[in-house]
């Protein structure tokens, strides 16, 4: 099993936006990418509550995901609507995926 530091490495390497949950929906870690996307501001969101720092375009679908995963042990898709500087509307995907201990 990675230690704490080595599981931060493999996050921060990813290319996809990731930010990983613990079962008390507080950020255990986060990539640049997951950052950037899914949270309102450029400070660490690691060891705040993922609600607290979700982009508000983020907060309800991805919460709402999160809640499904946490009870169901399924994977859900969910979609938000970015804005765009010329005034229309990019649509992005994220998928909220369980992490099971082997």
């Known amino acids: 099993m990675a ?11 990813l290319p996809t936006p990731l930010l990983v949950l613990g079962s008390d929906q507080v950020v255990l870690a986060a990539n ?11 400070a660490d969101p690691v060891g705040k509550n993922f609600k607290d720092v979700a982009a508000e375009i983020w ?11 946490t009870r169901e042990g399924r994977a859900r898709t969910v979609s938000a609507m970015i804005p765009a ?4 509307a990019d649509p992005c995907d994220a998928v909220v995926q369980p992490i099971r201990r082997q």
Do not use: H
């Open 85 to 88: 500087p010329e005034a229309t």
């Open 32 to 42: 640049a990418c997951g950052i950037t996307t899914f949270t309102q501001g450029t």
């Open 59 to 69: 907060r309800v679908p991805l919460g709402e995901a999160v809640d499904y995963v």
């Open 3 to 13: 230690s704490p530091i080595e599981a931060r490495m493999i996050v921060d390497a």
